[in-house]
Structure formats: structure tokens, C-alpha cells
């Protein structure tokens, strides 16, 4: 019998389905993105019943600039919207929030607020919740190369010491271990620039759900069915 996992320490998950959910509806895709924006709440708060002490969501992609301005204005003041509301609550049931991503391309006032939350936040340990805004896994690569290079020509960093532990070091996700899980909502099978240096020996699940209907009880599921899968990690399992 193949070993079996314990929970997942570190879950990603890609919201994806917000605007089909609208869509089929009748509503605008935004509609989605607030009733998508209600479910994180839920998922944060079984995390720790579940066992999973680092939960990292991506909720918008270097890439969705490319949607209208509308909805992409509309994302950003439901940003703003979500940290106003949910900050204080995050922060009684001992969440830790940190965002991943790019923040010059952000506006001040919602760089302000995530600062501030991550501020406010700081000292808590129950649940380690990221969130990715503006977020790419191969501009995260990027930054972080460019930061090594600037090291190396400032001479604090040897090149020779360039490996694959140093070099985690510079990305966003430097205080975090490895995804164990990656789930993505909506039946699309890809990763779409989500935590590719991250994922390398991550698991994946790929389900059905829309991001605005998946609750606890369908996460706890697919936890469950984590369990059940042996993980190599290049070995042979003996
Ligand atoms: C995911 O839902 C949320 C973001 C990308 C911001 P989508 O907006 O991608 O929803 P679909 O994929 O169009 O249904
Ligand atoms: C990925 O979903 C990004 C987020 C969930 C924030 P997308 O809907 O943007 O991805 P594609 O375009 O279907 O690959
Ligand atoms: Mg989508």
C-alpha cells in the first residue's frame, strides 16, 4: 500500500470562473467577482480545522490587464473593497496576510491598503494567507533575477553561489514552502503563469466547480483526495 499524504501544508488555488458564473446568470462578469470575492472568506476560515497553514490565492494575473478597463477598474475597487471589509476579521481569527506580485503597476491608495493589512497582520501565525495581485510567474522570475543581478554587480553575491536554494531567496514567495496542492476551479486544465518556479513538484487538481460555488465542504474533498496520492518527488518509493 502507497503511503498516505497527511493534509497539504501549502494549498494554492486559481479562482478561476467568476465571470462564466455571472454569465450564466444573465449578470455582468463582475457580479462574479464579488460573489467569488465572498467565497475566499470561507476557505480561509477552514483552513485551519483542515491542517492547511499556508493558502495562496491568485486573484489577478499580469495578463488580466488585457480585459476591459472596466473590469479591470472594477477588480481593483473590489480589492480595495475586500481589504476595508475583511481586515479586521482577518486579523481576529489570526490570519497573516502578505501580497505576491508587482506593485508599481498598482494604484497608491490599494498598495497603501496592502501594506497597511500586511502591517496589521504581521504577528499573527494561525493561517498564512497570500494573495496574488498583478501577479506572473515569469515576471516573478524576472524581478527576482534582476535583483540577484543587481547583487552580483554590487558584489553581495558571489556568482558561484547561484543555485536553486539562493535564488528562491529573491522571489515574492521567499517565506513560503512549495505548494504542496495547486487547485484550479472551472475545468480549465493550465496553469496560466501561476507559481511556475513553485509548482515544480506540486500536485494539481483540476475540477468542474466555479470559483463562486466552491465551499468548505468541496475543498475539504479535495484535501481528502490529496491524501490518497503518493508523492515521489523523483524517488523510487521503497
Ligand atoms: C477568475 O475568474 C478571476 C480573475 C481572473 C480575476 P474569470 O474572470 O477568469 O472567470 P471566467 O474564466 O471568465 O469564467
Ligand atoms: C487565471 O485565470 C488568473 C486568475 C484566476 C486570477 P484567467 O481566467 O485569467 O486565465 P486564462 O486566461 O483562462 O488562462
Ligand atoms: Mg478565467
Known amino acids: 500500500m502507497a503511503k498516505k499524504n497527511t493534509s497539504p501544508d ?5 479562482m478561476d470562473g ?5 454569465q450564466k446568470r444573465g449578470k455582468p462578469r ?14 480561509v476560515e477552514a483552513c ?20 476591459t478597463q472596466t473590469e479591470v477598474a472594477g477588480l481593483m475597487r ?13 486579523f481576529e481569527a489570526g490570519v497573516r496576510v502578505r501580497f505576491i506580485g508587482d506593485r508599481v503597476r498598482l494604484e497608491d491608495s490599494l498598495v ?15 493561517v498564512h494567507l497570500t494573495i496574488a495581485i498583478n501577479y506572473g510567474g515569469r515576471d516573478e522570475v524576472a524581478r527576482a533575477t534582476r535583483r540577484l543581478a543587481y ?14 536554494e539562493t535564488f528562491t531567496r529573491y522571489l515574492d514567495t521567499c517565506y513560503l514552502p512549495d505548494p504542496d496542492l495547486v487547485i484550479r476551479t472551472s475545468g480549465e486544465a493550465r496553469i496560466s503563469n501561476f507559481l511556475l518556479w513553485q509548482s515544480a513538484y506540486s500536485e494539481y487538481e483540476f475540477i468542474p466547480t466555479l470559483w463562486p460555488d466552491f465551499t468548505a465542504a468541496e475543498f475539504e474533498k479535495v484535501l481528502a483526495k490529496f ?12
Do not use: C
Open 10 to 14: 501549502h494549498v494554492a488555488i486559481i
Open 18 to 22: 467568476n465571470g462564466r458564473w455571472a
Open 30 to 43: 463582475l457580479f462574479g467577482h464579488h460573489a467569488g470575492a465572498k467565497r475566499v472568506r470561507e476557505i
Open 48 to 67: 485551519p480545522t483542515l491542517g492547511v497553514k499556508y493558502l495562496t490565492i491568485f486573484a489577478f494575473s499580469t495578463e488580466n490587464w488585457k480585459r
Open 78 to 90: 473590489l480589492f480595495r473593497r475586500y481589504i476595508q471589509r475583511e481586515a479586521r476579521a482577518l
Open 112 to 126: 497603501k491598503m496592502m501594506d497597511d493589512l500586511e502591517l496589521l497582520t504581521a504577528g499573527n501565525d494561525a
Open 151 to 164: 547583487d552580483v554587480a554590487g558584489g553581495k553575491l558571489d556568482p558561484r553561489d547561484v543555485n536553486d
Open 227 to 238: 491524501g490518497d496520492r503518493e508523492r515521489r518527488f523523483g524517488a523510487v518509493l521503497t
